[in-house]
């Protein structure tokens, strides 16, 4: 699929931008659900990439941060982790603790943290426990009781997560929830991050898995929730932000040297910096996928 018709790469100006370091690799978690030594290994050769620009964090469990300290080849120095946190929150803080022990002097280190939270206090005992961290994000339900638990991560310096998908159909939010959401982040000034769901660039219907006989829905891109969050962060309406979420066919965003264009709006280079100062980034099981859809060829 080619949405930008005229491009002669993609390390332009503001795509570089909106783009810089913005897709943390989760190859560990379904729908690819790699072994660990083929997804260290393949986080690795991305690193060594000529698109190694748009690469982020490694995601790995916290409760498997043993098992990748072990995995990592002899050398390894630079591998940065984001730990996502289970239901044992205590054990799985030691596990980074430990893991950061461990990786002293070598470089690799977890430097960011994910978890599910459901109530401010959810919130505030994460924020004690993960003191020793920069940063940690709060995975937030899209529900009525969002409001308190982001009132709770920005007072406690976090940064808050919104899921995008999954593997069913029922596991996409309604369009609204995540405009609702996006104003909410944007009134607080509040960073966040999105995971799940965003490996294509443009909204459309996708195959949820990588099965063969696999069913599909309707996928959220990753350039609908940038051109959606600029728009929360510019003051737009509902019915505004809520409409960038759902564009969707070839040729919905065009881009030249100065601006990324769609129906209803425009960032530019400036925007796409002050954008990518509050929108961390997204997780995606694949790498390669949002690149390689976003262009025939994508290297300099």
């Not at 941060?65 to 803080?93: K, N, Q, R």
Request: charged share 20%; aromatic share 8%; net charge negative.
């Amino acid at each position: 699929m080619t949405i930008f018709s005229s491009m002669d790469v993609i390390r332009e100006a503001p795509l570089a931008a909106l783009l810089d370091a913005a897709i943390d690799y989760a190859g560990l978690f379904p729908p690819a659900a790699l072994p660990m030594d083929r997804a260290i290994i393949g986080y690795l050769l991305y690193c060594e990439s000529p698109d190694a620009w748009a690469l982020g964090h490694f995601i790995a469990p916290a409760a498997r941060l043993d098992e990748l300290l072990a995995a990592l080849p002899p050398g390894t120095t630079d591998i940065t982790v984001s730990a996502t946190i289970g239901a044992d929150l205590e054990a799985d803080c030691r596990q980074i603790d430990q893991f950061n022990r461990a990786g002293v002097g070598r470089r690799n280190a977890v430097v960011a943290a994910e978890a599910k939270v459901n109530t401010a206090a959810d919130v505030v005992r994460l924020a004690e426990l993960l003191r020793n961290l920069s940063s940690w994000y709060g995975e937030v339900a899209l529900s009525p009781a969002a409001d308190a638990v982001l009132d709770a991560l920005k007072s406690t310096g976090a940064r808050a997560k919104v899921r995008m998908g999954g593997v069913t159909p029922d596991a996409f939010p309604a369009p609204d929830a995540v405009a609702r959401f996006l104003m909410a982040v944007a009134s607080r000034s509040l960073r966040f991050k999105a995971t799940a769901g965003l490996h294509h660039p443009i909204r459309g219907r996708y195959r949820l898995t990588y099965a063969p006989d696999a069913p599909t829905g309707t996928m959220f891109g990753y350039l609908n929730l940038l051109a959606a969050t600029h728009l929360a962060l510019s003051g737009a309406t509902p019915a505004e932000i809520e409409a960038a979420l759902v564009l969707d066919g070839p040729g919905t965003f065009r881009r030249d040297r100065d601006s990324l264009t769609w129906p209803g709006g425009r960032i530019d280079e400036a925007a796409a910096r002050e954008l990518r100062h509050r929108f961390f980034g997204f997780g995606s099981c694949s790498f390669r996928e949002p690149i390689d859809e976003l262009l025939p060829a994508t290297h300099p």
